[in-house]
C-alpha cells in the first residue's frame, strides 16, 4: 500500500487534499484488494445496460470525493482510510434507483432490501467482515449508500425536469 495515497486526516489538513480521492484506490491488502475488485465485477455487470463507461468511471470518482468530505465532516475519529468499499455501497445505491426504474424492479428491491439491512446490521454491531487485520470502517459504507441514493434521486430529477422543458 502507498502510504502516500491513503486518507490520512491529518495530512488532509496540511493540505494533501489528493487523498481525499487517492484513498478509495488503494488497499490494507491483497485479500481487501481482491474483495473490492470483485465487488467492482459485480456492480460493473449489474449496471453495464444502463450507463456508459465513461458515466460510471465519473460516478465512481464523485462518490470517492463525496465519501472522504463525508468522512472529514461527519466522521472526525476516522483518521486513516483506504479501500473501495464505500464507493462500492455508493454504487450499490446508485444501482439500485437505476433497477427500480428500469426492467430490473425486482433485483432492485432485493439488492436495496439487502444493503439497507446490512447497513443497519453494521451500525447496530459494527462490520461483519471482522476477519481482516484491520478495522473496517463502516461510515464510509453508509456515507456511500446515501450518496449513491442522492445521485440517483437528481439524476432522475434532471431527466424528469428535461422531459418537461421539451
Not at 106 to 126: A, D, N, P, R
Amino acid at each position: 500500500m502507498n502510504e502516500i495515497l491513503v486518507y490520512d486526516r491529518i495530512a488532509i489538513e496540511k493540505g494533501e487534499l489528493w487523498r481525499l480521492l487517492s484513498a478509495h484506490f488503494v488497499h490494507l491488502s491483497a485479500e481487501h484488494f481482491i474483495l473490492n475488485v470483485l465487488g467492482l465485477c459485480v456492480f460493473s455487470f449489474l449496471l453495464c445496460r444502463y450507463i456508459k463507461c465513461f458515466t460510471f468511471i465519473f460516478i465512481m470518482a464523485i462518490l470517492a470525493l463525496l465519501i472522504s468530505l463525508s468522512l472529514y465532516v461527519a466522521s472526525p475519529h476516522v483518521i486513516r482510510y483506504a479501500g473501495l468499499s464505500g464507493v462500492l455501497y455508493g454504487l450499490a445505491g446508485w444501482g439500485t434507483l437505476l433497477m427500480l426504474k428500469g426492467d430490473e424492479t425486482k433485483l432492485g428491491v432485493l439488492l436495496g432490501i439487502f444493503i439497507s439491512g446490512k447497513l443497519l446490521y453494521e451500525h447496530q454491531y459494527g462490520s461483519v467482515a471482522t476477519y481482516y487485520s484491520f478495522k473496517v470502517i463502516t461510515d464510509a459504507h453508509l456515507y456511500g449508500y446515501l450518496w449513491g441514493l442522492a445521485i440517483g434521486v437528481l439524476n432522475n430529477y434532471n431527466k424528469h425536469e428535461a422531459k418537461e422543458r421539451r
